[in-house]
């Protein structure tokens, strides 16, 4: 079955930077595309970007532009976001969540990564 | 950016009642590339309807989605206890990608 497997939570401290991995199974890794959302405690649903796993490209939502990177492994069917920076109101959830084309509904997600920014 | 605002904020209805939930779009969403999903708390979420009314792998009949150009509705026929959640509206058809605030169903 298609299952996206997250890294596990962090805490880091503010301007520190955070890489977070998404594992994909049980299908063509570079078939589908790979989309990242977050959620502050509380709050709702963020889109961050999309990234292709065939060509490597990447599409940022503007407010994220600059301080963040999405890349992939094909060897290990892994994408990674990359946030530099940190500020206390980037804690959140961070999700994976894949596309079957780059504008296509999200399904499956992640199982999410807390990422806490505190000093 | 297209802006989606969904109401209410919170329902609350017995078991057996139906719930609307509604999504109202800033601007026309191409093609009706909204989605809808249910969160249930400490779970991600988890994709119900896509293409505005058709439902997503394993999703129960219970839950339908109508709608098109700027209003959108999402309506369980019978609330059953497990479909405690909040419930998101999302549109896809432009970049960024957006989400409504969500709407929280509550058993009475």
């Known amino acids: 079955q298609v299952q996206l497997v997250q890294s596990g939570a962090e805490v880091k401290k503010p301007g520190a930077s955070v890489k977070i991995s998404c594992k994909a199974s049980?299908?063509?890794?570079?078939?589908?595309?790979m989309n990242w959302v977050r959620q502050a405690p509380g709050q709702g649903l963020e889109w961050m970007g999309i990234?292709?796993?065939?060509?490597?490209?990447?599409s940022y939502a503007q407010k994220f532009q600059g301080r963040v990177t999405m890349t992939r492994d094909t060897s290990t069917s892994t994408v990674y976001l990359d946030v530099s920076s940190l500020r206390s109101d980037d804690t959140a959830v961070y999700y994976c969540?894949?596309?079957?084309?780059?504008?296509?509904?999200?399904?499956?997600w992640g199982q999410g990564t807390l990422v806490t920014v505190s000093s | 950016e297209i802006v989606l605002t969904q109401s209410p904020g919170t329902l609350s209805l017995s078991p057996g009642e139906r719930a609307t939930l509604s999504c109202r779009a800033s601007?026309?969403?191409?093609?009706?590339?909204l989605a809808w999903y249910q969160q249930k708390p400490g779970q991600a979420p988890r994709l119900l309807i896509y293409?505005?009314?058709i439902r997503g792998t394993g999703i129960p009949d219970r839950f339908s989605g109508s709608g098109s150009g700027t209003d959108f509705t999402l309506t369980i026929s019978r609330l059953e206890p497990e479909d405690i959640a909040v419930y998101y509206c999302?549109?896809?058809?432009?970049?960024?990608?957006?989400f409504g605030q969500g709407t929280k169903v509550e058993i009475k």
């Open positions: 990234i292709n796993p065939s060509s490597g490209t990447t």
């Open positions: 601007e026309s969403v191409s093609s009706s590339y």
């Open positions: 969540a894949r596309s079957g084309d780059y504008y296509n509904w999200f399904d499956p």
């Open positions: 049980g299908y063509t890794f570079t078939t589908y595309y």
């Open positions: 999302q549109q896809y058809g432009s970049s960024p990608r957006t």
């Open positions: 293409g505005a009314f």
